[in-house]
């Protein structure tokens, strides 16, 4: 039977690989070791929710904890990659994007382009997105489309243990800043991950479930519930494809045209607030794209335009479902 | 302190390339033929040259957007410089960066910067690279009065000395961050006092004394490389243009620059100093300056009669790779 890790572990895995392979790959965040400074154990947390646990023990001081200093760190990780490091920063939340964003979007994302192509920022930022664990308004929203606006930065969003280590180890990689977005309800799902090192390619959709009656077009978390949906509407006689884009930027446009070539439908599924989203953008191009093969209109699946709230009532509302998913699915048919 | 004939050769070369390459640009751009936003670092030459004349092409400095002199001090090419002023496609950055994103990695110039106080984060990163390279470079990051007060500056210093990283930290006092006065912006009587805060040793040096800055400099590039950790330095010094050229600078006072001009250029300081202690001889000043003047026509020449990028430029070198 093959290995099966989970999403937390096979990120890690990546890491330590990547670490061990090559000595320029350096990792920094906020207690990504845990414990500086004070009396007990080395290593204590391994990052917030224990992602780079152990990782200390394997590469000493090329894992490095940092003050709460995003704008100083995530700039510092830049400047490092400009000058011939592959940092690899933790961003512990994607929504304190907001404390050092200048040092992403105006630094890194532009160094090549603003310097005439002479620069190379392989910077990966990791950075938790996501609902569901109850963690409020500031540490539960999905912000990647505000990264995947931005020119120069590449966006990843896995939704399985294999992607994220093969994405992860392509990020590394990588030439270009890379933003590695985490979903924090997916850290306990196991799957099957092959312990050798394997890179993903970017720009290569997954077509997670094949169906011929509507593309549902669905990003990190949002797999899984599209699957769920997938499953019950089966049973009413309707079959959906389902496709996991895995990049946003650069996106595997052509996958998803090829698929809403056959179905004629389409519905997208984002965790993201509903205007400027992922589905807005996906919709927008496959209706510019591929008019003529829609049988009708392109229904979007996404968060409402609220940040997200705390009480379970009001986040399970918030946090699209399989049953809106199907219910969006069923107007078109 | 003692310096060789050629290096005070190099010094005055460097201030001179600087002060002409300024008061060109300045005559150039009131002519309406320089596109965008430039801001002029003329009267500041001792700061950037009195550091750079320690440093190699492995070390790192991060400007901002008043950069042109640290790029020439840094040994960024002038042809290069002025063609990418002019918007031409032999520029530094083949056109796309302008007067605010001069940037030259192969000679350590880590980018003149149109975002104040976005320099000293990146400095960290190019000391901790050094640190790992084990290549013994030291990074340098100058911000102004107003970058000082800047959130990335203040946490830099608190990272640079946690992580024990070889930088300094050179804030270019000219006394106004645009129009607003540091007098007022500034909590503090200097910007060195805040060293204290961060743990490091702060300085405060006369920024139109070349000798003055070139010996603090030396003394925290020295204990930066030999890992002795960071150094703010604050030099102290006036600009003669506005924040921006088109600035009318009603905020400054009645004859304000004529007086510094008058009383403390930096150039004429250096000039009286080694040609009274015999050092050097006006005929060697006067040879430097006749020869930069040169340099400067021809680089306006040259970047006038360079090609504009095409639209084929256009999507060039958004990414190392991207479908």
Known sequence: ?333 | MSLSESKLLQAYRKMRQIRAFEDRVHDEFATGEIPGFVHLYAGEEASAVGFCMHLNDEDRIASTHRGHGHCIAKGVEINGMMSEIYGRRNGTCAGKGGSMHIADLEKGMMGANGIVGAGPPLICGAGLAAKFRKNGAVAIAFVGDGGSNQGTTLESLNLATVWNLPCIFVAENNGYAESTGSKWSVSCENIADRAAAFGMPGVVVDGHDFFAVYEVAGEAIKRAREGGGPTLIECKLNRYYGHFEGDAQTYRGVDEVKKVKESKDCLMLFSKRVTEQGLLTQAQLDAIDKEVAAEIEASVEHAKSSAKPTAADLMTDVYVSYP
């Open chain 1, 1 to 333: 039977m093959a290995r099966e890790l989970t999403f937390k572990d096979a990120i890690n895995e990546a890491l330590a690989q990547e670490m061990a392979r090559d000595e320029t790959v350096i990792a920094m965040g906020e207690d990504n070791v845990g414990g500086m400074g004070a009396e007990g154990e080395i290593d204590a947390w391994g990052g917030v929710l224990g992602v780079t646990k152990g990782l200390h023990a394997k590469v000493g001081d090329r894992i490095m904890d940092t003050p709460i200093t995003e704008s100083a760190f995530i700039g510092a990780a830049a400047g490092a990659a400009a000058c011939g490091m592959r940092p690899v920063a933790e961003l512990m939340f994607i929504d304190f994007m907001g404390v050092c964003f200048d040092q992403i979007f105006n630094q890194a994302a532009k160094f090549k382009y603003m310097f005439g192509g002479k620069a190379e920022t392989p910077l990966v930022v990791r950075t938790m997105i996501g609902a569901g664990l109850r963690a409020a308004s500031q540490h539960s929203q999905c912000l990647y489309p505000i990264f995947t606006h931005i020119p120069g930065l590449k966006v990843v969003i896995p939704s399985t243990p294999y992607d994220a280590k093969g994405l992860m180890i392509q990020s590394i990689r990588d030439n270009d800043p890379v933003i590695f977005c985490e979903h924090k309800s997916l850290y306990g799902l196991k799957g099957e991950v092959p312990e050798g090192s394997y890179a993903i390619p970017f720009n290569e959709a997954n077509v997670v479930r094949e169906g011929g009656d509507v593309t549902v077009v669905a990003i990190g978390m949002m797999v899984h519930k599209a699957l769920e949906a997938a499953t019950a509407l089966a049973k009413e006689g309707i079959q959906c494809e389902v496709i996991d884009p895995r990049t946003t930027s650069p996106l595997d446009l052509d996958t998803i045209i090829e698929s809403v070539e056959n179905t004629g439908r389409l519905v997208v599924v984002d965790e993201s607030n509903p205007r400027c989203s992922m589905a807005a953008d996906i919709s927008a191009q496959v209706t510019e794209q591929a008019f003529s093969s829609l049988k009708g209109p392109v229904r979007m699946v996404t968060a409402p335009h609220c940040p997200p709230p705390f009480s379970d009532v009001l986040e399970d509302l918030y946090i699209p479902s399989p049953e809106k998913i199907a219910e969006a699915v069923r107007t078109l048919k």
